[in-house]
């Protein structure tokens, strides 16, 4: 789908909405407005036209008149923009939003997920859309790694003829920032150093591909001009987009890959090789992370700590060591759960029992990457996907200070909205499927809100 479409729709529908108002200034979306659903009996919600005139009204089965808030205007608009997509996406912009029922609790996320500029989910109408109806956080999933950052052919020139900085091009992220700006969708920031999809020429001398590994000070200016870049960039240009960031990923390691002498046992290879951030740096290179990162982020900007496996036993006491020695210093907010689960695995005890135990550390607590895959597509198992998902929602609430638990998780992040969403992509942990209509699994999910999730003020 061509890059413009997506700005020509949201044009259209500003000057459709103008018109539905008789001219009233459109509202600001961020302000989080509460939704009034307008719904028969049955709970669908009524979209037949009407007279057009300044204010809509739907008539429910006794035939009275109900008048339909501005917002539910705005989504019948977007609705009938889809008229021509060849996919129906009624169910999918009908009835009350996911991020409406959990807005006391915390953010809810989304991925956008994408591995080049011609997948990247960005740019489908139809996938934004949803976005922006059920949720008001989102990640790229892959797109805002150093990978599709650094660029090498420059970076070897600054090496060659300038100070020897890294040189960044930022087309991969920029348009998803600008849809976030404009649509009043906040993004965590994933990710600033991970040792995979770190290209190794970035660790070599003249960022070379054959030249040989840098030192600890030639590396440590390299990740503070990094940092400094890719904050710089989204600050200036996407002011308040981006409210947190996962500062390192996965630096823990328990296995083969694991400095045993490390207070927090860090990582020094994965089954793709060396980390370069430890084989350059040391340990170090974790701390330095966050160091630079808090130098460099805007004040309300929250620094996390994101990692898989986080209920390990032995994993969990690592993390915890490496959390608790960063929050002596000043430099952590929060830690990141991945939530890569299986319909039987974890235990719930124990990811209630890890939860529990972050918390005490006084920090914020994120599901980072929430993902339960099914080994076969079929109604079996999408049903135990289904209640899987279900269970999880009702003990975060339980867990989460705001039902009564000890727990600040602050963002939930699905780590994508549709199966499939392009042809090579096997992924089936999301709650719509190929074709945009709502699983079991959101079904379950929007009950649990709807029950559990109560307003504070209520």
């Known amino acids: 789908m061509k890059r413009i479409s997506t700005r020509v729709i949201s044009l259209l529908m500003c000057i459709c909405m103008l018109c539905a108002c008789g001219g009233k200034e459109p509202r600001d979306e961020s302000q989080g407005t509460e939704v009034v659903e307008a719904t028969n009996e049955a709970g669908e919600q009524n979209t037949d036209e009407t007279s057009g005139e300044d204010t809509e009204e739907v008539a429910d089965e006794s035939g009275e008149q109900e008048q339909l808030s501005e917002e539910d205007i705005y989504w019948q608009q977007v609705l009938e923009s889809f008229a021509d997509s060849e996919y129906d996406m009624t169910a999918a912009l009908t009835g009350t939003a996911l991020k409406d029922y959990c807005e006391d609790y915390f953010s809810l996320g989304v991925g956008i997920n994408g591995s080049t500029l011609d997948n990247l989910t960005t740019y489908s109408d139809e996938y934004m859309a949803v976005v922006k109806k059920h949720f008001n956080s989102c990640t790229m999933s892959n797109l805002m790694k150093s990978c599709y950052l650094l660029r090498q052919q420059e970076s070897i020139v600054s090496a060659a003829e300038g100070d020897g900085s890294p040189v960044l091009g930022f087309e991969t992220i920029d348009d998803t ?168 695995w974890p235990a719930q005890i124990d990811i209630e029992m890890t939860i529990k135990l972050y918390a005490k550390l006084d920090l914020e607590i994120q599901i980072t990457e929430l993902s339960v895959g099914v080994d076969e597509e079929n109604e079996e198992q999408f049903l135990a996907q289904a209640k899987k998902y279900f269970n999880i929602f009702m003990f975060l609430r339980n867990l989460d200070t705001q039902g009564g638990g000890s727990a600040n998780i602050t963002n939930v992040t699905l780590f994508g909205l549709k199966d499939h969403y392009h042809p090579a992509d096997t992924t089936n942990a999301r709650l719509f499927d190929t074709n945009f209509q709502p699983k079991e699994a959101f079904q379950r999910v929007k009950a649990i809100l709807n029950a559990s999730y109560k307003k504070l003020d209520d």
């Open 177 to 344: 920032l600008q849809w976030c700006m404009d649509n009043g969708v906040k993004m965590r920031g994933h990710t600033l150093v991970w040792h995979a999809q770190a290209p190794d020429w970035f660790f070599r001398e003249g960022y070379t591909n054959d030249g040989a590994y840098v030192d600890k000070e030639t590396m440590l200016f390299r990740m503070e001009s990094y940092i400094k870049q890719v904050l710089t960039h989204v600050q200036d240009n996407y002011q308040g987009v981006i409210y947190c960031w996962d500062v390192v990923n996965e630096a823990v390691e328990l296995g083969e890959g694991g400095d045993k002498d490390s207070f927090f046992s860090c990582r020094v290879s994965s089954g793709e090789g060396p980390n370069p951030w430890y084989l350059t740096i040391g340990e170090e290179y974790v701390e330095m992370a966050f160091t630079y990162a808090r130098k460099y982020a805007d004040k309300d900007v929250k620094l996390f700590y994101n990692d898989y496996n986080t209920f390990d036993v032995n994993k969990r006491a690592n993390i915890i060591r490496l959390c608790e020695h960063l929050k002596e210093k000043g430099l952590i907010d929060g830690i990141g759960m991945q939530g890569y689960w299986g319909l039987d």
